[in-house]
Nanobody
Framework: QVQLVQSGGGSVQSGDSLRISCTAS????????VGWFRQASGKEREFVAAVARSGGATYYRDSVKGRFTISRDSGKSTVFLQMNSLKPEDTAVYYC???????????????????WGQGTQVTVSS
């Protein structure tokens, strides 16, 4: 079983940067696709970024391209999401998710993931 523990998050000002992480307990994330999703209060959960299970290909939603970067650290069983130039619209609870069976063409689909982190709050003030 894969247990995902998230860290980071917090409250920052618009334009600031923040880095959140997702660490697997019990095994590495090598061979697993990892995605980041977020859910603002009263809103539907949405895809943010993901890295494919192999090859290192990354994907981002349009609104975060050029500002967010997802990276994998297989040796430490950790995936990071570096968030720069944060905007108030980025305010949400961020969740990481993983699964071995997630195909590249469906990385943005949350139902494809098997395990989820506990979530971490990111609040950006204008």
């Amino acid at each position: 079983q894969v247990q995902l523990v998230q860290s980071g998050g917090g409250s920052v000002q618009s334009g600031d940067s923040l880095r959140i992480s997702c660490t697997a307990s019990g095994r590495t994330l090598n061979g697993y696709a990892v995605g980041w999703f977020r859910q603002a209060s009263g809103k539907e959960r949405e895809f943010v970024a993901a890295v494919a299970r192999s090859g290192g290909a990354t994907y981002y939603r349009d609104s975060v391209k050029g500002r967010f970067t997802i990276s994998r650290d297989s040796g430490k069983s950790t995936v990071f999401l570096q968030m720069n130039s944060l905007k108030p619209e980025d305010t949400a609870v961020y969740y990481c998710a993983t699964g071995r069976g997630v195909i590249t063409s469906s990385l943005s689909n949350p139902v494809q993931y098997d395990f989820w982190g506990q979530g971490t709050q990111v609040t950006v003030s204008s």
